[in-house]
């Protein structure tokens, strides 16, 4: 209550779970523009504490602060001296969401979750190994960015940009196969928080009609393909949803991507040792890349202690992409970042449940 006798929050809830065009119900009896005021600390200036919020009144900025972030931080670890940054939040519900903030020269990259595990089931991932929890909601997902933004207005990375930059899909779950809630988190980024789709990276183990309604969507964000397998056997192995969408499929839904957006698609593919590290599947792969336009990303598989992949040897790898530019592709060796903080989706969470 206010000196007034008014409620000023009529919710526990964090005022990121509530649409950016509802705040005025969390403040009754305020004038309009306290509203604004609101939508601006959340999406375009986020702060750690509703405290730092200094143009609300004293009041409100009580109200709002014991539940200003939908989650708490149960794990703060760094690595690469300070360059990479994960979390691990807690929600309410007891549900583990996490989070890797990269800091290069030209840009600050984060990697989002968009659900609590994953029902994929692709054999390398720690995510995977957790089955399915739930879907985030779109205020989750958007949250994990802000806070990185409120985080880094505190603790700047030393030569990297000090707001996020670039956001990717790219952590725990299939964004695609929570798709209404990743729609709704794209418009708050992009229409309400100011960021640019084109910095925006929407990753998929192959959903089909994920990507077909993506398409349709008006943001040109970019979309990044996990193949992990040239061929439906390989695939199917290492990526059980290729048995509902087999490659063809994904690749004609990728097409028709790139013939909606002109953006240039990216494949990502994780080298596993003797699994899709072969010279052969680097010619197929390399086929796909051309036939799509695409650039192929390669990176070693961040090995996790429930499953027996392991990564591919150096001279593997570095033949493997050799293979691929030979043959006509656009390839790039992706740096790894974070192994000593278990940065690879759902391994952190894996790491604190087995402890």
Not at 218 to 238: M, N
Request: with cysteine.
């Amino acid at each position: 209550m206010d000196g007034a006798g008014r409620q000023l929050v009529v919710s526990d809830a964090s005022p990121y779970l509530v649409a950016p065009e509802d705040l005025g119900t969390l403040l009754p009896g305020e004038p309009g523009f306290r509203a604004d005021q609101l939508r601006d600390w959340l999406y375009r200036s986020p702060v750690l504490t509703a405290e730092e919020m200094t143009n609300l009144p004293a009041s409100t900025r009580e109200a709002i602060g014991a539940s200003l972030w939908p989650f708490e931080v149960e794990v703060d670890q760094s690595a690469d001296n300070g360059r990479t940054r994960k979390w691990l939040f807690r929600a309410p519900d007891g549900a583990a969401i996490e989070t890797v903030l990269m800091g290069y020269r030209k840009r600050t990259t984060i990697c989002i979750s968009s659900q609590v595990g994953c029902a994929m089931r692709c054999t390398f991932c720690a995510t995977g190994q957790f089955g399915f929890d739930r879907h985030l909601e779109a205020g989750e997902i958007v949250a994990q960015v802000a806070y990185a933004n409120a985080f880094l207005r505190r603790f700047p990375i030393s030569g990297s940009p000090e707001r996020v930059t670039n956001v990717v899909y790219m952590g725990m779950g299939e964004p695609l196969a929570n798709y209404e809630r990743v729609r709704e988190s794209l418009r708050r980024l992009i229409d309400v928080a100011g960021l640019s789709a084109r910095s925006i990276t929407v990753s998929t183990v192959g959903v089909v009609p994920g990507i077909r309604r993506l398409a349709d969507e008006p943001w040109p964000v970019y979309l990044a393909v996990s193949l992990h397998g040239a061929d439906d056997e390989t695939r199917s192995r290492l990526v059980p949803l290729n048995d509902r969408y087999p490659l063809e499929a994904v690749i004609e839904a990728a097409e028709a991507y790139f013939a909606s957006k002109g953006r240039r698609l990216s494949i990502e593919w994780t080298l596993i040792d003797g699994a899709n590290d072969s010279d052969d599947q680097a010619r197929r792969l390399a086929a796909i890349a051309k036939r799509l336009r695409a650039h192929v990303n390669v990176i070693a598989l961040n090995p996790t202690p429930l499953s027996a992949d392991r990564p591919s040897d150096s001279d593997r790898i570095h033949g493997f992409v050799e293979t691929l530019i030979a043959n006509g592709a656009n390839a790039t060796l992706r740096e790894t970042r974070g192994q000593e903080i278990d940065a690879a989706c759902g391994q952190l969470r894996l790491r604190s449940v087995t402890e």
